[in-house]
């Protein structure tokens, strides 16, 4: 907080008491500014940040004016910039270790420029959840649990050696073991604050999060959003989030939802409409009586998949439902008077039944909950629905359409092919369409006890009749903490559930990002030899190609409920109105509709089930209460002792060299094309992540330290090394240059006309002191928010890209790591500018950079284009200028 000394409006500093205690707030409502009450509630948590932070350096008094002014500046054309200090900050360990590992970098060059290295810490309060490391290695058995933990110790020990150092050695860090659950179910249920307690200062919990799905705790009225890793550390040194003042989507909720429809239909429901709706960049909020109908673990699932309709950040305000939600997730109840007693002294507090309250918003749109049917989304993307009873002939469709997100691209007299293979002593038939994965998984599901528990009665009924899940298919569940656990244990459904394999794998973010393991070798073998299209279904959010397992062609989500039914189906291609899922001891046909469970039954057991002392019990002991955790030994001291023989933890090269005065900006002269990618190149295209191929760079460097493939780990887990995140960087099987025929990741060598793997070629061009960079179509950098997606790039010598459009966490992060974005102008393509990428171009860089401004680029020595120059905001520029974020932050720790 500024200084009341400095902060302009201090005069609304005023005191509250509750209960026996007496707290300090800004009274918004001291503005005596009738605007204040018309705007929308995320706004005014905006607004609050801004007044309370506002010191007239970072942030201004005009920025405060300019958000109360919020109905006139929030115009695209206008483009208005405001601050926003976040109150905390989050990370998962994907994101955590190299985040970590920047810090502890940081540290030794602020030494070494003559600077003292205590002083690096993270400023803002954050929290770092180990939740991504574990990976489905053993399924279908009760130790599996066990034996996955197991192998996550012996293969992630120096990453969690080094998480354990930081922990220590870093303050103001708060981490959360591994075992404990995925990072964003646990910030809903344990570390969201709702309304901060700093010094008897009362604020609003906000937040930014080196995940996507960070947008998960919105839906319990805590506004934030998905930055990248680079984003995500600045703010933990105290700086401020640069933004657009973003437009309002006001969401009408209307009708009530069908007796057979989850709040998975829902969302993806949602993410389809919106998408459609066009919500780039914007901030939605729901409002209208029928959202009170919405439990506040619904509000969770449908905040999850903000990034999938993309945008800026979803909000739904506290209301009597999130009070409930909070007594019912174990909060002291002084602190839920603090929350209660504080949001309404604001106007921050909802009653979605008074019209009166609703605020202006920059455009509306509805959703009448009667319309919405059972769905999945896929093949390919997560905003692609497909309704239940149509899902047969689609995926059939998709067999034939040509290859692209919803197709195959296979031969008509193909499509009933059938394989058969021996498993277990026993004859099987896979064909295309036959599931090979089954997961509940991810936490935008796991949160929900209706759909969770919904699933268990759904197993509960399919074993009493009888049906079982072919052995084959890898069935797996993976809760998001261990509140889930519990009541599954209390309600008596994981036996059923575990009579169908899904036993408990794992607490933490499993089959969704890819880390779901092998599958048996004879399943493998018959997909790869007959080039089947294989299926995977899962809770998940994201379905991006060749993300959740190598064999798994088309990925479906579906809410946990229809991952049981496609697993006993065996088959996605089932009309389940007309199909039975099997058949019972005595041979009578078994149909969906048979088993389903009726959600009165769902309701009442979720009422008795589901208590505090299930979250008093699980989060009593979050820290301490992994025994392999509480045994590891970490190095003390304020600088970390890197070791030179460490294959996953590395000291980056970010910093080499560094000076303390600001180098010339330099134009890129003659740059050759790495890469020419077409539309939605999404960070999983460009970020290393999943298993490490025996036959990539990664593999060749690793085997090169001594390491047997099967140590070789995820992409993921070593995150904290750059010679292997580099090696990696679009190394993603499914990634389409258009410089060569395949899929993979190839390019070609312009110089020598070779075709090679891009880290080879960018090192080609390294050698040869030639720059590099990037084509790409729309939507480049979609999916979620990974930092290595700009690092590894950076590593490769890529200094610019130009594409059609981007992600707005990529593109942030491109340039935090001093990579110039640029974007075609409005209609214009690579291909419209018979540019094929083989030419070489130049980009000269005028001394005195400008936000949005349009410049030209030399094709040859033939003709040239113009192109904007993403930078949106002059913070942006002032990042660019010091080479990055971090370098600006070590000098300005220096100063």
């Known amino acids: 907080m500024a200084s009341e000394g400095l902060n302009p409006f201090s005069h609304l500093l005023s005191e509250i008491k509750i209960g026996d205690d007496s707290f300090n707030y800004y009274n918004l409502l001291g503005l005596e500014d009738s605007r204040y009450e018309r705007l929308p509630f995320s706004i005014r948590v905006l607004l609050e940040s801004a007044v309370r932070n506002c010191d007239n350096f970072q942030v201004k008094k005009e920025d405060v004016n300019n958000i ?104 103001n860090l708060l981490t959360v073991p591994p075992g404990s659950g995925i990072v964003h179910q646990v910030n809903l249920e344990y570390l969201a604050r709702v309304v901060f307690d700093e010094d008897k200062l009362l604020f609003p919990d906000s937040l ?69 709706v066009g919500v780039v960049g914007k901030f939605v909020e729901f409002y209208g009586p029928r959202v009170e109908q919405l439990s506040l673990a619904d509000r969770a699932t449908i905040s999850n998949m903000c990034p999938e309709y993309r945008c800026h950040s979803w909000f739904l305000p506290v209301d009597d439902t999130t009070i409930h939600y909070l007594r019912q997730s174990n909060r002291e109840e002084n602190k839920i008077s603090q929350i209660e007693t504080y949001l309404k002294a604001v106007k921050m507090y909802r009653n979605f039944m008074d019209t009166s309250q609703d605020p202006v918003f920059s455009e509306v749109a509805s959703l009448d909950l009667a319309d919405v049917v059972p769905s999945l989304s896929g093949p390919k993307r997560p905003h692609d629905r497909v309704s239940v009873t149509t899902m047969k002939d689609d995926f059939r469709q998709c067999l034939g359409n040509k290859v692209g997100f919803k197709g195959f691209g296979l031969p008509s007299d193909k499509h009933d092919k059938t394989v058969p293979f021996v498993y277990e002593g026993q004859e099987y038939t896979p064909r295309h369409g036959s599931v090979v994965i089954a997961a509940i998984t991810s936490c935008t599901n796991t949160n929900n006890p209706s759909v969770m528990l919904g699933a268990g009665l759904l197993t509960k009924n399919a074993v009493e009749a009888g049906l079982t899940v072919a052995p084959y298919i890898k069935t797996s569940l993976s809760p998001g903490s261990g509140v889930v656990t519990h009541y599954l244990q209390h309600s008596g459904v994981t036996p059923y559930l575990a009579k169908l394999g899904f036993d408990i794998v794992g607490y933490g973010c499993m089959t969704c990002i890819g880390n779901s393991g092998p599958l048996p070798e004879a399943i493998v073998e018959a997909i790869e030899k007959n080039d089947l299209v294989c299926c995977g279904v899962l809770s998940g959010n994201r379905n991006f190609e060749g ?21 006993l189906a065996g088959r996605v291609d089932i009309d389940f109105e007309k199909e039975p899922l099997g058949h019972s001891e005595n041979g009578n046909s078994v149909y969906l509709r048979d088993i389903w469970p009726q959600r009165t039954e769902i309701h009442s057991v979720e009422q008795e089930h589901v208590i505090p002392a299930m979250f008093k019990e699980v989060y009593s002991r979050i820290t301490t209460g992994n025994d392999r955790w509480n045994k590891l030994e970490a190095p003390e001291g304020m600088l970390y002792p890197w070791d030179s023989k460490s294959t996953y933890i590395k000291r980056p090269p970010f910093f080499d060299g560094m000076t303390k005065e600001l180098s010339p900006i330099k134009s890129i002269k003659d740059a050759h094309v790495l890469l020419n990618l077409g539309d939605s190149v999404t960070t999983d295209h460009i970020s290393p992540a999943g298993s490490i191929a025996r036959n990539s760079a990664a ?3 690793l085997a090169s330290r001594g390491l047997t493939p099967r140590e070789f780990n995820s992409y993921g887990s070593r995150r904290g090394n750059d010679a292997v995140m580099a090696r990696g960087t679009f190394a993603n099987i499914r990634l389409v240059n258009k410089f060569v025929g395949k899929s993979g990741p190839y390019t070609i060598h312009m110089s020598s006309g070779e075709e090679l793997e891009v880290f080879d070629a960018a090192e080609r061009y390294r050698e040869e002191n030639l720059p590099v960079i990037i084509l790409a179509g729309k939507e480049y950098g979609s999916g979620s928010s990974r930092d290595w997606a ?106």
């Open 790 to 895: 700009a690092k590894g790039p950076s590593l490769l010598g890529v200094r610019a890209v130009i594409a059609e459009s981007y992600e707005r966490i990529h593109r942030s992060n491109l340039v935090g790591m001093g990579i110039i974005p640029m974007q075609f102008l409005e209609g214009q393509t690579a291909e419209s500018l018979g540019i094929t990428g083989k030419e070489t171009l130049t980009i000269d860089l005028p001394e005195e950079l400008k936000t949005g401004m349009i410049i030209p680029v030399q094709v040859n020595d033939d003709h040239s284009f113009e192109a904007i120059l993403r930078f949106d905001t002059e913070v942006e520029l002032t990042y660019f200028r010091h080479g990055g974020i971090l370098n600006y932050m070590i000098r300005k720790m220096i100063q």
């Open 68 to 171: 109360l002014d919020w109905e006139n500046n929030q115009n695209d054309a206008k483009g208005v910039e405001v601050p926003f200090r976040p109150a905390r900050v989050i990370l998962q360990d994907f994101t955590g270790v190299p985040a970590v590992v920047d810090f502890a970098a940081m540290r030794d060059a602020v030494k070494e420029l003559g600077g003292d290295p205590k002083h690096i810490n993270p400023i803002c309060p954050a929290d770092l959840v180990i939740d991504h490391s574990v990976q489905v290695e053993f399924s279908k058995t009760s130790s599996a649990l066990q034996k996955n933990q197991e192998v996550e110790f012996e293969r992630n020990y120096e990453r969690f050696v080094f998480l354990k150092w930081g922990s220590q050695a870093l303050k």
């Open 699 to 701: 593999a060749r460097y």
């Open 547 to 567: 993300r959740i397992h190598p064999n798994t062609r088309a990925n479906y989500l579906a809410s946990p409920l229809l991952v049981i039914a496609y697993a």
């Open 208 to 276: 930014v999060g080196t995940d996507s799905h960070t947008t998960m705790i919105n839906g319990l009225g805590v506004v934030g959003w998905g930055v990248g890793g680079i984003e995500a550390e600045a703010v933990m040194l105290g700086q401020a989030v640069s933004m657009v003042l973003p437009k309002v989507v006001g969401y009408c909720i209307t009708g009530t939802l069908s007796p057979l429809a989850t709040s998975t239909d829902v969302v993806l429901t949602i993410t389809k409409h919106l998408r459609q």
